[in-house]
């Protein structure tokens, strides 16, 4: 009998946030009339930028007709897309060449699929609190996981250790769920760290766009020495509304090599054999997104979610808690007042104020204690919930 | 330093379409002036059809609204379109619930994505002549290859043989490249093979939209038995001219169980983690591929295809040459006059007649002596390739 891959048996159950949602809808049966104010979730909330819309329809009507119809297409992405993404890329001082960038069907979808790069007995550390799937991709496919926990002492910014024994690093800044971004100079010990080692960085940028302030980096290309160990996940999601869209792209430079295989050749064959690339009519759209209209359009959505950022962290200025994020950032970190646990603060926040957020305890075990805010809400709802977190919290 | 995955170092370098493409372009470079009959590609030359395209322009405009955006979807996709997708099924008197089905990037895509279910220690049986992707994935993954060459004397539908020590079979009908469908009695060999062994059948039923004749399985669930061994891998592509814009499906029952595992949890658990679903854009697109409408203008389509295949089966029964296929599939599958081998034949007829076919030893050491048409091609083309493959073979 064929024998399953007996990890998935180790994987925990991923109820967390079904179990916010059944909180929510539970809460709402009892107190019926009540409005809820949704500050947890990662999805955004504006539609598509017209330029991506007007791209998008373009590219449907091109399939519509023999003279500009497209099938099959490179695996790793259409040409002027990944030059576009170069481009882009150039205009923040990095140099990578469009066979350097390959298309992706989101952040999400490569995260897990790189994985295949390396042999399963490679160390994967997990800068936590986390996104829940590098743990359970790396449960999936048999790793052992080196969980490094981060607190508020180091600002959620943890640094390597040279007793850290890791093959993989998974770096998000911003950070999801912390709202935390390193700095160059910090970004650049881990580069070292893991040049030092052979190890290589899956950098997690899908949160790039919100970054402002220029001495902070958009990208692991930045730093010097990020070539020779960094791969970049990247995604429109969060950038240009793509999460219901879906598209993003992974950077794999062709100076990233290991026991002398090229990582980007490896990649490269992992596309021409696994996937039939993403579709022409969303790959048009994205193009849309980089072009000079679309910045415009996606800049203004992206200061309305900065706005509730704002909004919201002038609230929990208020209140004292410790936080982090919310700054160059969609996400903010409280530290919960009293000692209270993550989810009797969800509790607390639902009960009194009807405010939803994330318990930091589906981050990890060091994000018991903690709570996550998200921008990402409509901008009245944002204020009001603001609003009330100041009334309930402020000493 | 960490260890790359160094069974990518056991791959064979995948040059044998482009080998094809430089060989047509060198011939053309050569003789400027003359056109190239191209009856190889298993690309669609035909567009999407009005009512999915209509499908498409909807869900973009959907994109563009507060009202009507959509974000983050469920990962195994749009209940509506999976629930429509069952009752397709249950046309054919097929029983299987939507959450039996999950939507896919492609079918290309999934037949990789799938292999992570199982132990690496599973041996792989391939029935050959194969789409080469079957072969490369499991090199990919370390497994353990068992090649079925098939021929001319099994009408390339070979059987189960007791002796076969496999865990996972890959079986594609209508076949890719031979054309072979599998009748439902020889189909029931296999999964009664599967059955009694605890294997796992990966049914790639890409190409059955072709199939006409009511005797002919389209899905290996039209098979008793098939519940509880087979996983199905699906895709538009052929069926609805997808190539370029992408969507499949996999069906997989909850009936499929090893060793007290589900599978169907398992790829639930793999696509909540691996994944954050397909476009809300293409699956609306896909809703109307089912749709009444779009099946009558999808028919037409296929029945242009079909025309093809025709064309060309007339042409190879005046040549007297053994060929398979070109009924209810889309390929056509012939032996080489005079034993030939592939490449030669492909020489002579590229510099004989400017016909442009698919030399058979690309899908495995028993294609070696055969050679692959297909009938995608426009119909023009497609005519005069027949008239002169007639003129030049014809004893």
């Known amino acids: ?87 882009h890329y150039a205009s923040r001082g990095v140099t990578l060449s469009p066979d ?117 980096p958009h990208s692991i290309f930045e730093i010097e020495g990020a070539p020779t160990c960094a791969i970049e996940i990247c995604s429109l999601s969060k950038t240009a509304g793509f999460t219901g869209t879906r598209l993003g792209y992974t950077a794999l430079s062709k100076e990233l090599v290991r026991h002398g295989m090229s990582l980007n050749a490896m990649w490269l064959r992992n596309r021409t054999t696994r996937t039939n690339g993403v579709s022409y009519i969303l790959q048009k759209g994205a193009m849309a997104a980089f072009s000079p209209e679309g910045r415009r359009q996606i800049e203004s959505q992206l200061a309305l979610y900065r706005e509730n950022a704002s909004v919201l962290s002038a609230a929990l200025d208020q209140t004292g808690l410790w936080y982090c994020g919310g700054k160059n950032s969609p996400y903010l970190w409280m530290q919960c007042p009293d000692g209270m646990k993550s989810w009797a603060f969800f509790e607390y926040l639902l009960h009194e104020i009807q405010v939803v957020g994330t318990p930091g305890i589906g981050f990890g075990d060091c994000g018991e204690g903690y709570f996550r805010f998200s921008s990402f809400g409509n901008p009245k709802d944002t204020r009001e919930a603001a609003a009330r977190l100041v009334s309930l919290l402020k000493r």
């Open 1 to 87: 009998m064929i024998v399953p891959n007996l990890h998935y048996a180790e994987l925990q159950d991923s109820y967390f946030f079904l179990r916010i949602s059944e909180k929510s809808e539970a809460y709402l049966a009892a107190h019926p009339g009540e409005k809820l104010y949704k500050m947890g979730i990662g999805d955004i909330s504006q539609p598509l930028c017209p330029a991506v819309i007007d791209a998008l329809h373009q590219a449907v009507a091109d399939q519509a007709t023999m003279e500009h119809f497209h099938g099959y297409l490179l695996e790793s992405g259409l040409h002027e897309l990944r030059e576009t993404i170069a481009k």
């Open 100 to 216: 350097e960038i390959f298309i992706s069907s989101g952040a999400g979808d490569d995260l897990g699929e790189l994985l295949d790069l390396f042999a399963p007995e490679s160390r994967a550390l997990v800068l936590e609190p986390a996104y829940p799937a590098y743990v359970d991709t790396n449960i999936m496919s048999g790793r052992e996981i080196i969980h490094l926990p981060a607190s508020c002492d180091c600002d959620f910014l943890p640094e390597p250790d040279e007793q850290i024994d890791a093959d993989l690093i998974y770096i998000c800044s911003p950070n999801n769920p912390t709202g935390a971004v390193f700095t160059r100079e910090k970004l650049k010990t881990w580069v070292d760290f893991a040049n030092r080692r052979g190890a290589v960085i899956l950098f997690d940028a899908a949160y790039e766009a919100f970054v402002t302030d220029p001495a902070l």
